[in-house]
């Protein structure tokens, strides 16, 4: 049975109220091209009782694709000012290559409307059968599961479509039940264009043929995907919580294990959302990408994704990083044997070392050198790749003894290296300490210079 255009426009302000689209005193900008869909929610929202008293600003955008349009805007001026709303204009620059363009123009115009007018709020007339060519298209050309979700009903920067659950035919009869003349805009026949291919074609075929109420089993999955993508927004980032270890100076540390005994969509969705933190949204091949480096990437490695981003691997740990910079460094000379203090920096770490003779300062790590085999002056700076460290068994390179040590390689630069006047490793602090200038059991205090470093405050 067809409702009424009394039981459309009650049902429409119960919608409004129930998900609480407006709110009193709002300013609005509504989308008008002329066409019924858009003409019945301006008059809806100017006109049904019981909606909150709005402040309406209609806005219509002339797209220049066809000769005629200009009328429209005429057409749009005599109606906006008899309903008593506001009206602004604008029109294309360019001529536009493709509707997807066209549509982009669109909503550009619009929110610079709304910043323009001081709008909270943009309000566009989808409705139903939208929402089912919109699903139906995105099936065509292999969306995912929130590209099935359709046309959101709300999204930044607020865009609201309060007719997304009516259906094109009773908005027509709405409109011919209070008399309502819109503008027919022939490009909606125009079979160059996919989605009219959709409306006029391909839907009525498949409810002649495949399946008699194929929009509304449209709309249903649009709902059920929407649902999904809902419930994953909600224990996502819960998740995702879980796994990472770290965030501080610009890296995110995730626990790769953990990651890697979830399911393989389950990590595809952690990965996704962990790289979105820094603002950056993979495709499918992107995720892919992402996904194969995560399980068999060496550690070591890394990759680069979009922009500045790179994902690398250090032994169980996944670190997410922009590109860095060169971090500020600053070394610090110990002249002589004797006291004394002073600051450093390594890799953009701002440390503090003390040394003394005799009892040792205090310092997050204390260490102490035999001064008869002590070469000054000795310094701390950060470590060059080539460095290498003396050991009981042997030499060893500093790449090799922090890869031993676990420490991750963004995290080496920041770890400072005390070297002697020679050029020799003597100490990592944190990490390991060469057999250079040890301290043995027959040395005197005043024999051995204590060394404390600590991070500054």
């Known amino acids: 049975m067809t409702r009424t255009d009394t039981g459309l426009a009650g049902r429409f302000v119960q919608h409004v109220a129930a ?10 900008v ?24 709005l402040d309406l600003v209609a806005a219509h955008f002339d797209h220049r694709m066809r000769p005629d349009s200009a009328s429209d805007v005429a057409w749009l001026r005599g109606l906006t000012r008899a309903w008593g709303v506001g009206f602004q204009c604008g029109e294309a620059s360019v001529e536009f290559t493709g509707e997807e363009e066209a549509r982009d123009a669109r909503y550009a115009f619009l929110e610079a409307v709304a910043a323009r007018t001081g709008a909270s709020k943009i309000a566009t007339g989808h409705h139903e059968d939208d929402q089912a060519e919109t699903v139906l298209f995105r099936i065509a050309r292999g969306t995912g599961l929130a590209g099935l979700s359709g046309i959101p009903e709300t999204r930044e920067p607020g865009i609201v479509r309060p007719m997304l659950p009516f259906r094109r035919g009773e908005i027509e009869t709405f409109l011919a039940a209070h008399r309502l003349v819109t503008r027919n805009d022939e490009s909606n026949l125009d079979l160059r264009f996919a989605r009219n291919v959709l409306r006029h074609q391909v839907i009525p075929l498949m409810e002649q043929h495949v399946a008699p109420g194929v929009t509304s089993s449209l709309v249903r999955l649009a709902r059920l995907a929407g649902q999904e993508e809902e419930g994953w927004r909600c224990v996502v980032p819960e998740l995702l919580d879980r796994l990472v270890q770290s965030r501080e100076n610009g890296v995110l540390s995730v626990d790769r294990s953990a990651l890697l ?22 495709d499918e091949a992107g995720t892919r990408a992402v996904l194969e480096f ?7 490695r890394s990759i680069r994704l979009q922009g500045a981003l790179v994902l690398r691997r250090s032994f169980d740990e996944l670190f ?3 590109k860095p910079v060169r971090e500020e460094h600053r070394p610090l000379a110990i002249q002589e044997p004797g006291s004394g203090s002073g600051r450093f ?14 009892p040792p300062p205090e310092g997050r790590w204390v260490e102490r050198f035999s001064l008869s085999q002590l070469e000054f002056p000795a310094s701390f700076r950060e470590w060059s790749p ?49 057999c250079v200038a040890e301290v043995g059991e027959e040395t005197e205090e005043v024999g051995a210079l204590s060394i404390a470093v600590g991070e500054e405050l």
Request: no cysteine.
């Open 345 to 358: 920096v390594v890799g953009g770490r701002h440390m503090t070392a003390a040394w003394s003779i005799g």
């Open 19 to 28: 998900r609480r689209l407006f709110n009193t005193g709002e300013r609005v």
């Open 30 to 53: 509504v989308a008008v091209s002329g066409g019924a869909d858009s003409t019945a929610l301006l008059h809806l929202l100017r006109f049904s009782p019981g909606l909150p008293a």
């Open 320 to 322: 997410l990083s922009e």
């Open 294 to 300: 995560a399980r068999a990437g060496a550690s070591g």
């Open 261 to 282: 005994a979830y399911h393989s969509v389950v990590q595809a969705r952690l990965l996704r959302a962990a790289i979105e933190r820094f603002g950056v949204r993979l």
């Open 386 to 434: 080539g460095d290498r460290m003396r050991l009981p068994y042997g030499s060893k390179k500093l790449k090799k003894v922090f890869a031993e040590a676990r420490v991750p390689a963004h995290e080496r630069i920041r770890r400072p290296v005390l070297v002697d006047g020679g050029g020799s490793v003597l100490w990592i602090p944190g990490v390991m300490r060469s």
